[in-house]
């Protein structure tokens, strides 16, 4: 695997990590006392609130579903949408490298 492969793997990894940290410390968080952890997590979610807020998700009576389910939608369906972004941005700028590269090889 070259470094430039790893790099971008690694890269589009970040949003996951970031939503990884954000959930251990969401269940930290009451141990630990941290008082402004949430504005962290709307941060990472507000982007994407007007996509995300529109009640997907069924009223089901079980807390355990209810706690799940806000934490998919306030973390990790936001970072599959980051690092999609991400995806794209890469994909963009291979591609214009890649046209630069062979207007470049066909005029000389």
């Known amino acids: 695997m070259a470094i430039g492969t790893f790099a971008r793997r690694l890269f589009l990894s970040v949003p996951f990590g970031i939503a990884a940290v954000l959930n251990v410390f969401m269940i930290v968080a009451p141990l630990l006392r941290i008082q402004r952890l949430e504005a962290y997590v709307f941060l990472f979610f507000a982007p994407w609130a007007w996509l995300l807020d529109q009640g997907w998700l069924p009223e089901i009576g079980s807390r355990w579903f209810e706690v799940v389910a806000v934490y998919i939608v ?25 046209r630069a ?3 470049d090889s066909s005029v000389g």
């Open 74 to 98: 306030l973390l990790w369906i936001p970072a599959a949408l980051y690092s999609g972004i991400l995806w794209l941005v890469l994909r963009a700028f291979s591609f214009s490298a890649g």
């Open 101 to 103: 590269k062979r207007s």
